[in-house]
């Protein structure tokens, strides 16, 4: 009886907070279209931060790719020691270690936005040595072994006839990618970084309204999010439609 | 089919060669020499080593032990400069290996000018010349994808040719082919043969062997079980393994 009487009370303020979620729908979009400029403001950088990260991140893990692969047997460990610290710490703790771990050792502050492109694209630069280590090893040998009977170096068999292939395999990988940053690089809020997720507290802990602005800003994200997918999804529709 | 210049003159030579994977002996022990000028076929089962015994000679395959000499130089050397020797080494492969991001055109260009520093135009000029040779001048602009077997290998043969090479391996060049292309391939081959190329040539063509070679080479089990001309080996083969061979691929 006293179980019965239990659901029918909390079904009662389930209702009630529904009918209240529903006039609040109102004042939250009332409200969250007064903080819109500042919010769009920490887009802007998340999408700068994400940008910036992955670009470095597609130049320093092309090269530890590569290295992955290298004959030579310091180059491959030097890669796997990198590759394997970064996907095997986490990203918060890189990030840390960039801003706050750094500077008593080197002496000196480093600045917020340098930290966070710096940890963002040593940590992108890992997970993409994997997916260019992995788009080179789809190439089949064949490739360069005719490159190779040709005279070509094994550099020029890279630049000019396995890289280029490889890279356009792994474009939808690297747009995974570049998603998954996204989302992650909302841990440089830690170090103070205005990006979307550091707006997002500097208003809650002012208005203290944080379920509205938390969920303006999840909203924000998925919008980012899903229209970078359907972007891979269109890029991988048309690689497989032309495979030049 | 030997033209009348330094015919004598040993262009290839390899003593006691080995190759080992782990513990498996693929090669044990070939010592060939193959003449300027000489158009060698090499036949045999499958697993026999044929291929292997051909990517030893550009060291696409590294040897376990034993020597190769080209031109008188000991290519398993750690002096030696295996990318000018292999520039001067035409390979054509079973499957083609035509690079499918790029023209016909640029295929066959890549090579000489990055390796060769030639121009592009007259690189260019070449390539069309080689494509006229194997008879495919229209397909300068196309993409590998867009070609047939046949037509890719044709590609793939003026592409080692664009090298200027002195010697030309061909590593079962028909193997991948539907039956109905394989002559123009062999067609081009032959042609190649007569203009006095050095070629040793990995195949099942039993006809093309018998028609166009100088000398047959057998192998089975890592080992030349034979070497002699084709009016020999295929109507009267010293060695039983030969025999028994041929009656099972005629």
Redo the contacts between chains.
């Keep these: 009886m006293a179980i019965i009487n239990e659901l029918f009370n909390l079904g009662t303020q389930l209702i009630m907070s529904l009918q209240s979620m529903a006039i609040g729908l109102y004042t939250w979009l009332l409200y969250v279209w007064g903080k819109l400029p500042l919010l769009l403001e920490g887009t802007l950088l998340t999408l700068e931060l994400t940008a910036i990260a992955v670009s470095l991140g597609f130049i320093i893990g092309t090269f530890a790719g590569i290295g992955r692969l290298s004959e030579k047997r310091f180059i491959r460990s030097l890669a796997t020691i990198y590759i394997d610290f970064i996907r095997g710490t986490p990203l918060l703790v890189q990030i840390l270690i960039v801003y706050m771990g750094l500077p008593q050792i080197i002496g000196r502050t480093v600045p917020p936005m340098v930290a966070a492109i710096a940890s963002l694209s040593i940590n992108s630069g890992a997970y993409v040595a994997e997916i260019v280590r992995a788009g080179i090893q789809s190439i089949?040998k064949?490739?360069a072994?005719?490159?190779?009977?040709?005279?070509?170096?094994s550099n020029?068999t890279m630049r000019?006839?396995v890289l280029?292939?490889a890279f356009?395999r792994i474009i939808p990988p690297l747009g995974n990618e570049f998603i998954a940053m996204l989302k992650d690089s909302s841990l440089v809020s830690v170090i103070a970084l205005e990006e979307l997720m550091r707006k997002a507290q500097l208003v809650y802990t002012r208005d203290y309204r944080p379920f509205d602005i938390l969920f303006a800003v999840s909203i924000i994200y998925l919008i980012l999010t899903l229209s970078i997918s359907r972007l891979v999804r269109y890029s991988e529709r048309r690689l497989r439609n032309n495979?030049? | 089919m030997t033209g009348e210049t330094n015919t004598n003159e040993i262009v290839i030579e390899t003593l006691n060669l080995e190759k080992n994977y782990d513990d498996l002996k693929v090669l044990k022990g070939i010592s060939v020499q193959i003449k300027r000028q000489e158009v060698v076929c090499i036949i045999g089962p499958s697993g026999s080593g044929k291929s292997t015994f051909l990517r030893c000679l550009?060291l696409?395959e590294k040897p376990t032990a034993g020597s190769i000499l080209i031109e008188g130089q000991e290519i398993t050397s750690p002096h030696c400069n295996i990318?000018?020797?292999?520039?001067?080494?035409?390979?054509v492969?079973q499957?083609f290996?035509?690079?499918?991001?790029m023209s016909v055109l640029d295929n066959i260009t890549?090579?000489p000018q990055?390796?060769?520093k030639v121009t592009k135009q007259s690189s260019e000029d070449m390539a069309l010349m080689l494509l006229n040779k194997v008879g495919l001048k229209d397909k300068a602009k196309s993409?590998p994808?867009e070609l047939s077997g046949g037509q890719k290998q044709r590609v793939?043969i003026a592409?080692?040719l664009a090298?200027q090479p002195k010697v030309m391996l061909f590593d079962e060049p028909t193997s991948a082919l539907d039956p109905e292309m394989i002559g123009e391939v062999l067609d081009v081959m032959k042609s190649l043969a007569y203009e006095g190329m050095t070629m040793v040539v990995v195949t099942h063509e039993m006809g093309f062997a018998r028609e166009v070679s100088d000398r047959v080479l057998f192998m089975d089990g890592g080992l030349i079980l034979e070497d002699n001309k084709p009016e020999v080996i295929f109507t009267n083969p010293e060695n039983p393994r030969t025999k028994s061979f041929l009656r099972k691929v005629l």
Excluded: W
């Excluded at chain 1, 072994?145 to 170096?153: F, I, V």
């Excluded at chain 2, 290996?97 to 991001?101: A, G, I, Q, S, T």
């Design positions: 089949d064949g490739q072994e005719a490159a190779r009977s040709l005279g070509m170096t020029q000019y006839i280029p292939q356009r495979d030049r | 550009n696409l990318d000018s020797l292999r520039a001067n080494m035409g390979m492969f499957n290996n035509l690079f499918p991001h890549l090579a990055r390796v060769k993409f994808d793939a592409r080692a090298m």
